[in-house]
């Protein structure tokens, strides 16, 4: 959390939070005011007109902005990638491993340029539909069975 002065823990962590998800009522939940959603969102408006609180909004926001770098990036879809794995969400986990790996130059998307002729795109159609109809063998030939 950015320093803040003048400001509750509740204050603090509201910025934090507020900066973070910017939803009013979910930052004060998130930061320990008590309620329900209309009596968070209350408090939410409350604390978004002390000056104080939205000088602490504006330290966290310019600290999020600081801390946004090609490492930090790396490191978040790293830890999405775990999370969702372990969540049994193989899809969002091996995209983020395929960002990883565009990060670290694996792997580069290639583009076509010039001028493509219609033999060049009869081509192309042709090799797609062998391809499609190549049988494919999802066994699993690990060896830990």
Same mark, same amino acid.
């Given at each position: 959390?950015?320093? $803040? +002065?003048?400001?509750?823990? =509740?204050?603090?962590?509201? !910025?934090?939070?507020?900066?973070? /998800?910017g939803n009013g009522a &979910?930052? $004060? +939940?998130?930061?320990?005011? =008590?309620?329900?959603?209309? !009596?968070?969102?209350?408090?939410? /408006?409350?604390?978004?007109? &002390? ?95």
């Amino acid at each position: 959390m950015a320093k $803040a +002065k003048g400001l509750t823990l =509740k204050q603090k962590r509201f !910025a934090a939070e507020y900066a973070h /998800h910017g939803n009013g009522a &979910k930052a $004060a +939940k998130l930061a320990g005011y =008590k309620g329900n959603g209309n !009596a968070l969102g209350v408090m939410a /408006h409350e604390n978004l007109r &002390k000056p104080n609180v939205a000088s602490a909004i504006d330290g966290e926001l310019r600290q999020i902005e600081r801390d946004f770098s090609p490492a930090r990036v790396r490191r978040r879809l790293d830890q999405i990638s775990h999370n969702a794995e372990r969540d049994g969400q193989y899809g969002p986990a091996v995209r983020c491993e395929e960002l990883i790996g565009k990060a670290a130059g694996m792997w580069i998307d290639l583009q076509l340029s010039g001028v493509l002729s219609g033999e060049h795109i009869a081509a192309l159609i042709g090799t797609a539909r062998k391809r499609q109809a190549e049988p494919v063998d999802n066994r699993d030939t690990s060896d830990d069975d």
